[in-house]
């Protein structure tokens, strides 16, 4: 790329600007992995600023464009699209959905597969309509498109086995006291190989994560530093699960709607190449916090001061990122397994 980076890693570069116009500096068919979370159709507008749902296809289709261009043919382009209410009445917006027949019918993109994130720790909203006149539930979960270049795009589920529930651990251990290969009633025909061990259960395509990091060293750092820490920020057991199953060591993922470059610290921790693009400066700015734990409070404070320049090109070095449950683990003195980079119950079964 032409650009500078603001600053860079080992594996990663985290660019400051309009990503339509970092992506145009991006060769064809170059990247293995898009993921990302664009600004939401929101009624309440989020400090970065959210497009009206009326003009959010006709805002995201040059992005989808870019994208497709710079994709790799065995490449995916994961988009976490939350849901709206139209303004001032209780009926849902359908720009999640018309944004993913736009990005089939008039791009070409393959929908490879639909996915949900459900928050358990979502708060109710809008008050009016779910806490005031309680006519609405909760809304909890945000569609995960799962596009495609072709209808083969990279792709292994093994690498995100879930933990076997207890009761497929039992019938493992011991099969015939459990389970009797028959006919289901829905036709199945379960075999005695039901009982084999994977290595882990398949996920589906519900994704249960909660979004409620409070104490990670991102947020303390961005706390002591009197830094604004991003808003809208999504787990990074979201990130992990797509490049886990999409890419392998060494690919390139890219986010173009970059915030706090949780992306970009999943890709690092996950041993990936990253690029991430982020219109607003002081946001990618607190972002390299992620990538500074080790560091001293005063080189950390330095390292702020240099990255005043958008173009600071400030490179970082050597990084050690873990992901939280891997954090959580070592400091109980556990090992974890690759399936269960994933908490118990991440993965609905
Ligand atoms: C929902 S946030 C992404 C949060 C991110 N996933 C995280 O975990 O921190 C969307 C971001 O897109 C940025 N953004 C909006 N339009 C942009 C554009 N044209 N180019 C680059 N970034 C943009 C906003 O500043 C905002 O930080």
């Not at 989808?64 to 849902?92: N, T």
């Not at 018309?98 to 720790?121: K, M, S, T």
């Not at 604004?228 to 999409?246: N, Q, V």
Request: with cysteine.
């Amino acid at each position: 790329m032409q650009s500078r980076p603001l600053y860079c890693t080992s594996r990663g570069k985290a660019y400051v600007g309009d990503s339509l116009e970092l992506l145009a500096e991006l060769t064809d068919n170059s990247i293995d992995l898009v993921i990302t979370s664009p600004p939401f159709a929101l009624r309440r507008q989020k400090t970065y600023g959210n497009v009206a749902e009326t003009e959010y296809v006709q805002w995201i289709k040059p992005f989808g464009q870019e994208v497709f261009r710079i994709l790799k043919e065995s490449g995916s382009f994961v988009l976490d699209l939350g849901g709206a209410y139209r303004s001032g009445m209780p009926s849902r917006s359908l720009y999640n959905f018309r944004v993913l027949l736009a990005f089939c019918d008039e791009i070409g993109f393959h929908l490879a597969q639909d996915f949900y994130w459900f928050n358990p720790a979502r708060l109710p909203s809008p008050i009016e309509w779910v806490n005031k006149r309680k006519i609405r539930v909760k809304d909890s979960v945000n569609t995960v498109w799962w596009f495609s270049k072709t209808n083969f795009p990279k792709a292994n589920v093994t690498k995100v086995l879930a933990s076997y529930s207890d009761r497929m651990k039992k019938l493992i251990e011991d099969p015939e006291s459990f389970y009797k290969p028959k006919k289901r009633p829905s036709g199945h025909d379960i075999s005695a190989c039901f009982g084999k061990d994977n290595g882990g259960a398949i996920p589906s395509n519900l994704l249960s994560i909660p979004n409620t990091d409070s104490n990670s060293s991102y947020l303390r750092l961005c706390k002591e530093l009197g830094l604004e820490c991003h808003p809208a920020r999504f787990p990074s057991e979201l990130p992990a699960f797509f490049i886990k199953m999409l890419t392998d060591e060494g690919d390139i993922v890219l986010d173009i709607f970059g915030g706090s470059n949780t992306t970009g610290f999943t890709a690092e921790a996950l041993k990936r190449q990253w690029l991430t693009f982020e219109m607003n400066h002081e946001y990618l700015v607190s972002s390299a916090l992620r990538f500074l734990e080790w560091h001293s409070s005063a080189a950390v404070k330095q390292i702020i001061v240099d990255l005043g320049d958008s173009y600071a090109n400030f490179f970082i070095g050597e990084t050690v990122c873990e992901l939280e449950p891997t954090r959580k683990a070592k400091s109980k003195g556990e090992s974890l397994g690759q399936e269960e980079l994933f908490p118990s119950g991440t993965n609905a079964r």
